[in-house]
């Protein structure tokens, strides 16, 4: 049984620019409209095109005189984009599936593997339109704004691209995550929605992500210096803004939650941010069955300093991580304080350690740890990150 696929038809009217454009890489200096004329005027030409009824673009069965209509579309782009802030931008095209066949056919027709795409000439005389319309610049890697022009369906999609700030915070309280927990609906609150409820109504955005460099436990106040963070806005209206307003609203919310240092970022930064490690120092309160030793702790402590520690993956994160043996060092573990049952510790650890493990021992997942060293088990009544040493700090 034979089956029947639907064969692409051939256009029987085109215009000169649609024949012009099977030799848009031929020579140069010459648009397709040209081309296709200059083809036409030699007799041996005419005749590969037999079948074929050459017209006004208005009537070709290919264009359809979509270039006669780049003031309108001009027009519909203005409308469109009104309000929104851009300084390049690029053109895409999506023509019917008959249109692009049709073009393929005539290309081959004419015997011809130089030709361009109909989308490619839209693009670059809307392009050009755009251009002589606005003063802005096209851009290809990443134009602020992206236009597609449906020709399916004469629509316009307008996309722009993401804006990137970056800055560090600082968060002083003990019951908010870094970002969104999309699994718990009753923690609406995180660092990442206290800045972004702000910004993105600046920018008349979309949705907003933040991206940390590493992320410190609900618990774990994070103050000293700050963390880095990059806040992205999807498809923001507005590019510019006053950063210092952004920070001044945040800082001013009450929030427990403190910006600094904001400046405009670009998408590669998160990446670069996103891998950093660097050493932390934390206060780390420390709680005992009975009255502290502080002789003990001070040795116990001095025992730590300069070690390498083994940490299994914690128990408490074995559902998320990967279970692993992780070989960590601890540069520094020095007694600040002693009242009752509890110690006050800093330490400064490599990137990656897990504090709360190596007071408590998690079990024997962590050797050593300081309960181990000191002879008790010992709990963590509280954490906080007071320095995250940056190039060197
Ligand atoms: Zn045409």
Redesign the pocket.
């Known amino acids: 049984m034979n089956v029947e696929t639907p064969q692409a038809s051939h256009a029987s009217k ?2 000169e ?2 024949i012009g454009r099977a030799f848009a890489n031929v020579g140069t200096g010459l648009a397709n409209p040209e081309r296709g004329h200059n083809f036409l005027q030699q007799i041996e030409n005419r005749s590969k095109l037999v079948h074929i009824a050459v017209v006004e ?1 208005e009537q ?1 069965q ?2 359809q005189g979509v270039f006669q209509r780049l003031d309108a579309y001009f027009q519909e782009f203005t409308d469109q984009s009104r309000g929104i802030e851009f300084k390049t931008y690029l053109v895409g095209s999506r023509f019917p599936k008959e249109t692009m066949e049709m073009e393929e056919l005539l290309q081959k027709d004419l015997g011809s593997d130089q030709g361009e795409s109909i989308k490619r000439e839209f693009n670059r005389e809307f392009g050009k339109a755009i251009w002589a319309g606005t003063g802005k610049e096209a851009e290809f890697s990443e134009p602020d704004l992206n236009v597609i022009v449906d020709l399916n369906y004469d629509s316009f999609q307008l996309k722009t691209r993401s804006i990137f700030v970056y800055g560090l915070y600082r968060k002083m309280r003990r019951d908010i995550p870094q970002t969104r927990w999309i699994h718990r609906t009753d923690m609406n609150t995180s660092i990442e929605t206290l800045i972004g409820d702000i910004l993105m109504p600046m920018v008349q955005g979309r949705n907003y992500f933040l991206h940390g460099a590493g992320r410190e436990d609900v618990d774990v106040q994070m103050l000293g210096n700050g963390r880095e963070f990059i806040m992205e806005v999807s498809e923001p209206r507005i590019r510019t803004f006053p950063l210092e307003e952004l920070e001044q609203r945040v800082n001013s919310s009450g929030e427990g939650v403190e910006i600094s240092k904001l400046r405009f970022s670009l998408k590669e930064e998160v990446a670069k941010l996103k891998g950093s490690a660097n050493d932390k120092t934390y206060l780390v309160r420390v709680r005992a069955p009975a009255d502290i030793e502080r002789e003990r702790m001070v040795d116990a402590a001095r025992k730590l300093t300069g070690k390498h520690i083994y940490q299994r993956t914690p128990l408490r994160v074995s559902t998320r991580r990967s279970d692993l043996i992780r070989d960590k060092t601890l540069q520094d573990v020095t007694v600040e304080d002693t009242i009752g049952h509890i110690a006050v510790l800093k330490v400064r650890a490599e990137a990656g350690t897990y504090i709360k493990e190596l007071i408590h021992g998690d079990e024997g997942r962590t050797k050593p740890s300081l309960s181990e060293i000191y002879g008790e088990p010992l709990t963590v009544e509280s954490l906080d990150v007071i320095w995250i040493h940056r190039n060197g700090e």
Do not use: G, L, W
């Open positions: 085109v215009c620019r649609c673009e070709c290919i264009c």
